[in-house]
């Protein structure tokens, strides 16, 4: 199974879901978006695919949105886009795409939908606790 993660290995959310994917039995492929950027046809394309607008990939929390202005209800997902592309940091995270679909990771336990196969029942996150499976709807 094809697996691409966005990731940021300064988010705990985000080492978790790499840390769930390979504990499934897959190596995904690891974009590291704070190094490399988005491009408007990815951020796009992954949005479409998700099913989810721009403003719910939004990160609101420790980021420059509130300074931006962006969270006000009334600017455009273009101009959402555009900040996106600006300020690569403005992308909720981790965005992980298998054959199953595309979805922002957040909780971690997100991702098992995704996959083919859980981590064994012998799983911790970095906190030392297991996966909560209600959390993963």
Same mark, same amino acid.
């Given at each position: 199974?094809?697996?691409?993660?966005?990731?940021?290995?300064?988010?705990?959310?985000?080492?978790?879901?790499?840390?769930?994917?390979?504990?499934?039995?897959?190596?995904? +492929?690891?974009? +590291?978006?704070?190094?490399?950027?988005?491009?408007?046809?990815?951020?796009?394309?992954?949005?479409?695919?998700?099913?989810?607008?721009?403003?719910?990939?939004?990160?609101?929390?420790?980021?420059?949105?509130? +300074?931006?202005?962006?969270?006000?209800?009334?600017?455009?997902?273009?101009?959402?886009? +555009?900040?996106?592309?600006?300020?690569?940091?403005?992308?909720?995270?981790?965005?992980?795409?298998?054959?199953?679909?595309?979805?922002?990771?957040?909780?971690?336990?997100?991702?098992?939908?995704?996959?083919?196969?859980?981590?064994?029942?012998?799983?911790?996150?970095?906190?030392?606790?297991?996966?909560?499976?209600?959390?993963?709807?």
């Amino acid at each position: 199974m094809q697996v691409v993660i966005h990731h940021n290995p300064s988010c705990g959310t985000s080492r978790n879901t790499l840390a769930i994917i390979r504990a499934s039995g897959i190596e995904p +492929e690891v974009v +590291e978006y704070m190094k490399t950027g988005w491009t408007r046809p990815q951020l796009l394309a992954l949005f479409a695919a998700a099913g989810m607008p721009p403003r719910d990939a939004l990160r609101t929390g420790k980021s420059p949105a509130e +300074e931006l202005g962006l969270l006000d209800p009334s600017v455009s997902d273009e101009t959402l886009i +555009e900040q996106m592309l600006a300020h690569p940091v403005l992308v909720n995270r981790p965005i992980v795409c298998t054959p199953k679909g595309v979805r922002l990771c957040r909780p971690c336990e997100r991702v098992l939908d995704l996959l083919d196969s859980a981590p064994g029942d012998d799983f911790l996150k970095e906190n030392g606790k297991p996966l909560d499976l209600d959390a993963k709807a």
